[in-house]
Every structure is written in C-alpha cells, then in structure tokens.
C-alpha cells in the first residue's frame, strides 16, 4: 500500500508511532511488538494500551508511554500539517519537540530493564548462582520421592 502513511518519507523511517486509545488490543501475542520492532518503531505514545499488548511491548523493547488526552491531541495536533520531531529521554522521562515539552510516568523496574536492554532471559541469568545452589540443596526429583533407608 504505498499510499499508506508509513510507506511515505518521512515517515517510513519512524520510530515513534502515536495513537489514541486501547492502542494494541485484540492480539494478546507477542507478534503484534515484534511487527513494531521489525519497522523500527522504539516508542509508542497513546492515551491508553491493551494491558498484554503493553507488557509485551517492555519485553520486545518498545516504550509504550500513556499520556493524557489532551497531550495526545496536541502532538497529533502540530503533526497534521508538518513532520514533527519528537525526543523521548527515558531517563528523564520527558519528551520534547519544538512546541511540545511533556514527562511520563514509568514502572522503575520496567525503565531499568529497557535502559539495561534486559529481558525475562536475561533476569534469569542474573540468579543462575541462586537457581544452582537451590537445585543442589533439592536435588530429589518430585517424581521420585525420597525413600526412607
């Protein structure tokens, strides 16, 4: 569909994607990130997500940011008639553009992850020590039971 928006320039080389509300509802799968991913979408700013859709976009690298309405209207509002360009500074947690100068809300240990570029894997490698040495002090299968000798 080359007359779709994201199939023109600038706009085909994207990273932040806007949208209003339930953004990401109706795939509780995590293809639906992996899709953003694969086009290079980073960010997504929204009035609202679908709750897996937005757990899942932490666990493939997207930042999905809930704003408010009115903040949506207006960044929709300044792109109708011009290429906006925004910077999201998650550390910060602030997002700037020429006329715009908002912050966001983040979970602390959802921020870390995507500063560290930490997945579920990743967090679970971090305890390999822990998981060992529990392995070792239970080291009886649950399908063999201990016999009393």
């Not at 339930?22 to 995590?30: A, D, K, L, P």
């Not at 060992?132 to 016999?147: A, H, Q, V």
Request: glycine share 4%; with cysteine; proline share 3%.
């Amino acid at each position: 569909m080359p007359e779709f928006i994201l199939n023109k320039s600038p706009y085909n080389e994207s990273k932040i994607l806007v949208s209003l509300e339930n953004f990401g509802c109706g795939s509780s799968r995590e293809h639906a990130p992996w899709a953003l991913t694969d086009f290079g979408i980073k960010v997504i700013l929204a009035k609202s997500f679908a709750d897996i859709f937005y757990n899942n976009c932490f666990k493939n690298g997207i930042l999905p940011i809930k704003l408010l309405g009115e903040e949506i209207e207006k960044i929709i509002n300044f792109s109708k008639n011009k290429f906006l360009e925004l910077e999201i500074n998650l550390i910060k947690q602030t997002i700037k553009g020429s006329e715009i100068n908002l912050s966001f809300e983040i979970d602390e240990y959802k921020k870390t992850c995507l500063l560290n570029g930490w997945d579920d894997i990743d967090l679970t490698l971090k305890k390999e020590n822990l998981i060992s040495e529990f392995e070792i002090k239970n080291n009886d299968s649950w399908l063999e039971p201990r016999r009393n000798e």
